[in-house]
């Protein structure tokens, strides 16, 4: 038996580890808890950070955030899109990603705790994209100013087609309004003592300004319908040859007048398109010869084909286009020759129209042309494919 003594000591050993091992678990206990409700507080975190990076990078928009050493905390895709710029970027500098003053000016200003809005140009190779930029400071230990970046390039071409658009219309109109406003006014003047040679002569010109002006809105109405989508295609079998032959034959009346002749070479070549369409487009084509071909020549029509087009390459004789008149033929109420533009009948619609059409068609448009040796149109359409 052990000693009285040493019982005691055992016993009392016994007690102290007991309450030092009850002592330790509750502690540890207490820890465990306190350690799940933190790593609650970290899911719970992440989650919503997850979330939040999730939403940003659903944006159309450009996201990035900054601190005030003005390095990345927060970027989205959508602003590396718009940057052109790759890699990691939270945690860089921001000028180590972007050069662009105008960004550094609107954060400054941003930083300084005032809203700011810049509007400016990226060059991306060739191309140039037009950006607004707003930016804000964030009351934030981590963040200290967000931008959102926001595309306008279309935007401000849209603005830039209504602007060109109103100050052509207007310029248009302006000269078939004027000759009504003269002839009524002539009519007012004279009244009882105009002779029946003037009566007759001011209704010619009202009525030929009418006209004028009804070109004018149906060529502006037929465009919209092709732009908006709103045209149907009824898809046929057309002959590329007999459709340039039947429209010679059309027009060989109006360009006989100025001693102008049609010569039609090539062969059969079946393309798929809307028979009507089609003849509107290339109608438009000898319209514009005939106008700009000058006079005692030959308006040539070569209809060809490869293995997966038809084309149609229409030829005048005149003046032809200077280089830098190229790019803008086919834009809206454009005329060529501008100091004839009021001699020479047109709404300045008719080559719009005609890409358009083609376009529609799937097939392409282009121009060959030197000043003083005359001008190529060719046109190129899918070849009809049977079954």
């Given at each position: 038996m ?7 000591v ?20 207490e ?26 990078e ?38 180590e ?8 000016s ?70 078939p ?8 006014e ?10 029946a040679?003037e009566?007759?002569?001011l ?12 070109r004018l ?16 295609l ?31 070479a090539?062969?059969?070549?079946e ?42 390459r ?5 003046e ?24 020479i009948?047109?709404?300045?619609l ?5 890409k ?21 149109f060719i046109?190129?359409l ?6």
């Amino acid at each position: 038996m052990l000693p009285i003594a040493l019982t005691l000591v055992i016993v009392i050993l016994v007690i102290v580890l007991t309450r030092v091992f009850a002592s330790t678990r509750a502690s540890l206990e207490e820890r465990d808890r306190a350690f799940n409700v933190l790593r609650g507080r970290f899911e719970l975190i992440s989650r919503q950070r997850d979330t939040i990076i999730r939403i940003l990078e659903g944006l159309g928009e450009g996201v990035i955030a900054v601190d005030h050493e003005r390095k990345i905390v927060l970027a989205n895709q959508r602003f590396a899109e718009m940057f052109g710029v790759s890699g990691e970027l939270v945690g860089r500098p921001l000028a180590e990603v972007t050069r662009v003053a105008p960004l550094f000016s609107a954060f400054d200003t941003a930083l300084r705790g005032a809203e700011a809005a810049q509007r400016f140009g990226i060059a991306l190779g060739v191309a140039e994209r037009r950006v607004e930029m707003r930016a804000f400071a964030l009351p934030s230990a981590d963040i200290a100013a967000v931008a959102l970046f926001i595309d306008v390039t279309q935007i401000e071409k849209l603005e830039e087609i209504r602007r060109n658009f109103v100050s052509d219309f207007s310029h248009e109109v302006r000269t078939p309004l004027t000759g009504l406003r003269s002839a009524v006014e002539s009519f007012e003047l004279a009244g009882e003592h105009m002779t029946a040679d003037e009566d007759q002569q001011l209704r010619r010109i009202m009525s030929r300004q009418l006209r004028r002006i009804e070109r004018l809105v149906d060529d502006l109405s037929e465009l919209s319908r092709i732009e908006s989508g709103a045209l149907r295609l009824d898809i046929t079998r057309v002959d590329l040859f007999e459709l340039m032959r039947d429209l010679a034959e059309d027009f060989h009346d109006r360009a006989a007048e100025k001693g102008l002749r049609f010569q039609i070479a090539g062969q059969r070549c079946e393309v798929a398109g809307d028979n009507d369409r089609l003849q509107q487009a290339f109608s438009n084509l000898i319209d514009n010869a005939i106008k700009y071909g000058g006079e005692q020549s030959t308006i040539d029509i070569e209809v060809c084909g490869d293995p997966d087009n038809g084309v149609v390459r229409i030829t005048d004789h005149g003046e032809g286009i200077s280089p830098d008149e190229k790019e803008r033929i086919f834009r809206r109420f454009h005329r060529i020759d501008k100091s004839r533009s009021q001699e020479i009948a047109g709404t300045g619609l008719g080559l719009a129209i005609t890409k358009h059409l083609v376009l529609l068609h799937q097939g392409s448009i282009d121009v060959e042309s030197e000043a003083g040796r005359g001008t190529t149109f060719i046109v190129r359409l899918r070849r009809w494919m049977s079954s």
